[in-house]
């Protein structure tokens, strides 16, 4: 199974008699589920059941559902609400008679929220049961697009991960051959050192191999080496899993750039640090694309 992504955008479109309406679907990403739905007035009773049609298919991701109505007749399906009209022409004379403001303009009084009202195609309860019952399918022919770009997107996202993980791996493999020539790095380069202050003076290879233990010690990286490698796997499983797996990714990678710091202050020489730079680079990478997978 392939992981799945947090981005998508579907649609789908439904009728029933004179009504007829478009879903729109998208998502993107999101540290959990977050549903906003937008629909035209008198269709606020399918909001809790759309909800729980978008839980049923996602984990994470803000998704946003948009119900537009299509009818051939555009004043169609909507008319004035006398009582909120009158109530708005009220206060706007109030208000202009109070502060000597402009009076107010047809189109700002209609803007108002609740003096254009849907004209109800459905008046009747059954009716009204019926067609939400009939956009509510509508959407979950949406959703159900919307999970399948999101599959597809997200296996899209998985050979860009395992790309990613092969650099780490293979990154992580040059880090070791490094480090196993460390000791002996270390020690020519503590005896060029010491010869050039202390010209005159004899060093003891004793003494010599003491320090240059004690310098190997400190630069020792195999532990670090080892967590990457295990990281690596780790992560290897949970791109094979498709389950939702982004939070233990976002995780993983976070461990990934601990190591990679580590490494990089252990360096006794230029390429390992280079090595270890390059490594946090990725790594960066991986982190900002994990955060994609839901």
């Known amino acids: ?24 679907v998208k998502s993107v990403n999101g540290r959990g589920l977050d549903i906003r739905l937008r629909t035209p007035p ?11 049609l978008s839980a049923e298919r996602f984990k994470r991701g803000n998704l946003q559902a948009t119900l537009m109505l299509e009818a051939p007749d555009t004043g169609r399906g909507f008319k004035v609400d006398p009582v909120a009209l009158a109530a708005a022409i009220r206060i706007a004379r109030e ?26 195609l459905a008046s009747d309860p059954e009716e009204r049961a019926a067609r939400d019952a009939a956009v509510l399918e509508s959407l979950a022919t949406a959703l159900d697009s919307l999970r399948r770009a999101r599959r597809a997107e997200g296996a ?29 790095g ?12 202390l010209a005159d003076t004899a060093i003891s290879e004793e003494r010599l191999a003491q320090e240059a233990a004690m310098l190997a010690v400190r ?25 939702a797996v ?4 976002d995780f993983l990678s976070q461990e990934f750039n601990r190591e990679a710091n580590t ?11 280079q090595t270890g730079l390059a490594l946090k680079a990725v790594i960066d990478q991986l982190r900002e694309q994990a955060q994609n997978v839901e």
């Open 156 to 184: 899209k996202l998985a050979k860009v991960l395992t790309g990613m993980l092969d650099e780490i791996e293979a990154l992580t493999a040059k880090a070791a051959g490094l480090a196993a020539a460390t000791p002996e």
């Open 95 to 120: 208000l202009c008679d109070q502060h000597g403001l402009a009076p107010a303009r047809v189109d700002g009084l209609l803007a108002l929220k609740g003096v254009i009202v849907a004209d109800e």
């Open 263 to 273: 490494l990089c202050s252990k360096s006794a020489d230029i390429e390992m640090t």
């Open 186 to 197: 270390l020690r020519a380069r503590l005896r060029s050192q010491l010869d050039d202050l």
């Open 1 to 24: 199974m392939s992981i799945v992504s947090m981005t998508g955008f579907a649609e789908s479109h439904g009728a029933m008699g004179a009504l007829s309406w478009r879903w729109e």
């Open 246 to 249: 982004g939070r233990r990714l």
């Open 219 to 243: 630069a020792d990286i195999r532990e670090e080496l080892d967590r990457l490698k295990a990281h690596v796997s780790e992560a290897r499983r949970l791109l094979s899993a498709g389950e």
């Open 42 to 52: 008198g269709f606020d009773s399918i909001e809790p059941a759309a909800r729980v």
